[in-house]
């Protein structure tokens, strides 16, 4: 798997939001939507080449897609997978995740 394939998207949601401002060292935890079928060492490998960081620990969730209804049709968002990556000392990707 390609590194651009793996990592989809930043996460930005409140929680995510809050994990980086408020953690101990502010701005080495960052969270990302990755593809369902990639493994920590993929998201670590890929997050390290893409931002010349590194990686000291990756927590990944799989996240189950709602039901959706319309009317009287029933549908189902996909499912999706997030990681939260943690950053080595010294290292951070502010100047990306300020961007957003």
């Known amino acids: 798997m390609k ?3 793996v990592i989809k998207s930043p996460l930005v949601s409140e929680k995510a939001l809050n994990l980086r ?3 101990p060292n502010a701005g080495q ?24 960081v590194k990686v000291r620990s990756v927590n990944t ?3 189950k897609g709602k039901t959706v209804r319309r009317g009287r049709y029933v549908g189902k968002k996909s499912d999706w ?3 939260y990556v943690t950053l ?13």
Do not use: H, M, Q, T
């Not at 935890?29 to 010349?52: G, H, P, T």
């Open 88 to 100: 080595a000392p010294g290292y951070n990707i502010e100047d990306y995740l300020n961007s957003l």
């Open 3 to 5: 590194f651009y394939e």
């Open 81 to 83: 997978k997030k990681a």
């Open 61 to 63: 969730a799989n996240c």
């Open 21 to 23: 401002d408020s953690s």
């Open 29 to 52: 935890l960052v969270a990302f939507r990755v593809d369902r079928r990639s493994k920590k060492a993929d998201i670590k490998n890929a997050v390290e080449k893409l931002f010349n």
